[in-house]
């Protein structure tokens, strides 16, 4: 892992379908300013910035981090742009840590954002190459039947994708920066919801989001404010297109989970972890991430989901934050599930603070559920 | 820090035309030319750089590692920059010391689309790109700030394209000829021409660069700058960062045998010429350079490539490599490679 690195600052922007009144630079400067603060250094103490984003054409700007430099403070300095799909901000935290960890940097500014009002996101997907295999689908098109395999092999009944739709919105409402707002959610109102993509319904999966997120990353040396240490970091990716891939549980997941542990020294992780910040953009990714994260036994994460497990009262609490279920600006929904964890154990969530976190995971996945990005942070030094 | 080097280095015989093969396939063979080159067929670390816009479809980084067969699953990551950035990530990667090798490629296919134009969408989409600056009108804009001697940038063409055509990588070019401007003062010669290609390089730390290779071409410094992006806020004749770059890499602490420079307009040559400060007697792109292949999002990595096979096969002692990312130049990184270890006062900085 290499020298110590730690989260001093987070920012972000509040998530929304549509942010007018701002271009994308002055996104990404909102949220970067933000984080500063939050450290209480400006752009001159910064010695490298790393953005990370999903696919460019989801704003019809090709390497957009050129034209960004400016709002970003970057002249100057090294500029690194990310790009691993939806997993994109998380991998960009890992790679702003390496740099720190790698003994390069002492302060190192992560920025991610997606301003998907500017394209359509669906239809960015969905293009593919001649003679290429086009799905044409989306995202949900895509993951809806890998989550009917799983109701199938786990006989999972069907109502557990709603009430994870309905924990993590109820969470949102304690979250100023949430996108999705909506007061009274319940089961009946997520199951009267329009079916999108069986068993998919409109409520269970993740809205299109305007937003950024910022973090600081420092070394040993160089903290300031409070700082959430990283006590494990990992990346895996595996291939799409593999003959015999397990896509309900990929490999590389699992893979990812046991470095990171490693790492941590986290041997079981629904006890050593206080609470979870988990890409879960569909609600049924919930139980399988549980699964495939070692929190739940083969076929028994939904057992967890329903039993209140993962709720912020739960033993294990998951996205209190209301997760990307509630704010999706894609290419920063990873950066957010590990800016989150790190909020969790500096004590910093605010009403969705979970008492007493010291232990957090970030987790984020992206493309065909293959690309995979994690961190535990701790209140703890190394 | 630690002793980190090229061990291998393979590209594609680069084509000025689409010739059918996808991304993946461009690739792939030159995946397995490391692979067997250095006789590993797992790495610590795998990084690559490519470009959506180039194939017009999100996600050319994906099919990738198809062609990878990233199974067991890989420790990986992609920047969607030239792959040159990449193999600065892995660099910095090595430097955590629990792994001792890395793999990095890049992969380009220009001749599917209008590159010129294509190149226009990474300017700020609300002031700059409306304005329809192509890419040849801003390399124009940057040739005309510097007034370069045009018997000078001919001559600059004519030895890049002689020693691309003596390069089995390389395009076959003529020599250049024609009065005529594609936007004044660039001729169509000055550009670097369409090319698809592929490359990829082998980094190992410690003891391994020295088990799989006889001289290593260790990274002696790498660094990379950025400027603004806005064209009025920067004097267009200058590179400070490729400049700055060079001196956090410590370019003018030694002799410099060949510099690879990623040169896609013959003005830049003389600039990063400047910047870098290199010595009168430096071969510059004996490989013919970008002006004779230019596989984007390899080209850097290429550049890399080049200077260190000058290293491993014993033709230099001391090398410099550039990579450039943006408009006219607008980030540059620059590597100094050498036959000797810098672990005695330490590879300089980033």
Known sequence: MGERCAVIGVGQTRYTTKRTDVSMAGLVREAALRALDD?????????????????????????????LADALGAAGKPMTRVHTAGSVGGSTALVGASLIQGGVHDRVLVVAFEKQSESNATWALSTHLPFGASLVVGAGGYFAPHIREYMRRSGAPDHIGALVAVKDRRNALKNPYAHLRIPGIDRAMVESTPMLWEPIRYLETCPSSDGACAIVLASEKAVTGTPAW??????????LTRAGRETVSPQAGKDCAADVYRQAGVTDPRRDIDVAEVYVPFSWYEPMWLENLGFAPENEGWKLTE?????????IPWNPSGGVLSSNPIGASGLIRFAEAALQVRGM???????????????AYGGGAQFFAMWIVSNRKP | MRDVAV???????HSGHDTGLTEAETLHPVIEEVRRATGLSRFGFTCSGSCDYLAGAPFSFVSALDALGAWPPISESHVEMDAAFALYEAWVRLQHGDIDSALVYGFGKSSTGDLREVMTLQLDPYYLAPLGLDQVSYAALQAAALGGDRAELDEIVRRSRADGRANPHALDLPDPSGTE????????????????GAAAVVLAAGDLARELAETPAYIGGIAHRI??????????????????AARAAGVGKGPVDVAELHVQFSHEEPMLRAALDLPEDTVINPSGGPLAANPVMAAGLIRLGE??????????????????????????????????????EGARRG
């Not at chain 1, 209480?40 to 984003?53: E, M, N, R, S």
């Not at chain 1, 990283?230 to 291939?239: L, V």
């Not at chain 1, 969530?349 to 987790?363: D, N, P, R, S």
């Not at chain 2, 061990?7 to 015989?13: E, K, L, P």
């Open chain 2, 7 to 13: 061990v291998a280095f393979a590209q594609t015989a």
């Open chain 1, 307 to 315: 039993a209140g497990c993962t709720a912020l009262d739960g033993d």
């Open chain 1, 230 to 239: 990283i006590h494990g970091a990992a990346m895996r990716s595996e291939p």
């Open chain 1, 349 to 363: 969530a605010g009403e969705h603070q979970v008492e007493g976190a010291a232990t957090a995971l970030g987790h």
């Open chain 2, 227 to 244: 400027e603004p992006h806005y064209l009025g806020m920067r004097d267009l004749s200058r590179s400070p960062s490729a400049a700055d």
């Open chain 2, 181 to 196: 401007y594609e936007v004044e003062p660039l001729r169509p010669y000055d550009i670097a021409p369409i090319t698809d």
């Open chain 2, 307 to 344: 200077a260190a096979r000058r290293i491993l096969d014993g033709r230099a002692r001391r090398a410099v490599a550039h990579a450039t990312s943006g408009p006219c130049l607008q980030q540059n990184l620059v590597a100094v490679l050498e036959s000797a270890p810098p672990s005695e």
């Open chain 1, 39 to 67: 450290a209480g250094l400006t752009f001159a103490d910064i010695d490298a910035v790393v953005v990370g984003k999903a696919p460019d054409m989801f704003e019809g700007v090709m390497m957009p981090e050129a034209y």
